[in-house]
């Protein structure tokens, strides 16, 4: 089995008036199924900045993430009709300070608030199906 690339997500999240805690999720670009703001490592940066430039990119949020990832999840990712890249996402927890109107993939993607619950019955992948469903479990 080739080795797993390393990628790095944030997750966008608020507490409601009641304190209950929501996730942004964004659509991908190629299925338009829910999805963390996430990409590849940058040259030169830590890992959670790279993740704070992809929330920016991809859902228009502006915070700052935790210095340690809540954990990882792995997915094949699609290249293309035969090509798969099996990878590792390091995820980091981002209290959403400002969501932009406008942003760079605003034309792109949906996104969208969710209840933690309702989050993790709403991406595909089994292991962060499984963080998002004890987010009140990890989150201060």
């Given at each position: 089995?080739?080795?797993?690339?390393?990628?790095?997500?944030?997750?966008?999240?608020?507490?409601?008036?009641?304190?209950?805690?929501?996730?942004?999720?964004?659509?991908?670009?190629?299925?338009?199924?829910?999805?963390?703001?996430?990409?590849?490592?940058?040259?030169?940066?830590?890992?959670?900045?790279?993740?704070?430039?992809?929330?920016?990119?991809?859902?228009?949020?502006?915070?700052?993430?935790?210095?340690?990832?809540?954990?990882?999840?792995?997915?094949?990712?699609?290249?293309?009709?035969?090509?798969?890249?099996?990878?590792r996402v390091?995820?980091?927890?981002?209290?959403?300070?400002?969501?932009?109107?406008?942003?760079?993939?605003?034309?792109?993607?949906?996104?969208?608030?969710?209840a933690f619950?309702?989050?993790?019955?709403?991406?595909?992948?089994?292991?962060?199906?499984?963080?998002?469903?004890?987010?009140?479990?990890?989150?201060?």
């Amino acid at each position: 089995m080739p080795k797993r690339r390393r990628q790095t997500a944030a997750l966008p999240y608020r507490r409601s008036s009641k304190g209950r805690i929501e996730v942004l999720l964004v659509t991908s670009r190629d299925t338009g199924r829910w999805v963390l703001p996430k990409g590849w490592p940058m040259p030169g940066k830590q890992l959670r900045r790279a993740a704070e430039i992809e929330a920016y990119e991809e859902a228009g949020v502006v915070g700052k993430t935790a210095k340690k990832p809540i954990g990882t999840y792995d997915y094949d990712k699609i290249e293309s009709r035969k090509k798969r890249t099996p990878c590792r996402v390091h995820v980091f927890p981002m209290p959403v300070e400002d969501l932009l109107d406008e942003w760079p993939e605003h034309d792109q993607r949906r996104r969208e608030w969710f209840a933690f619950e309702e989050a993790a019955k709403s991406v595909d992948e089994k292991d962060l199906r499984s963080l998002l469903s004890n987010l009140d479990n990890v989150l201060e």
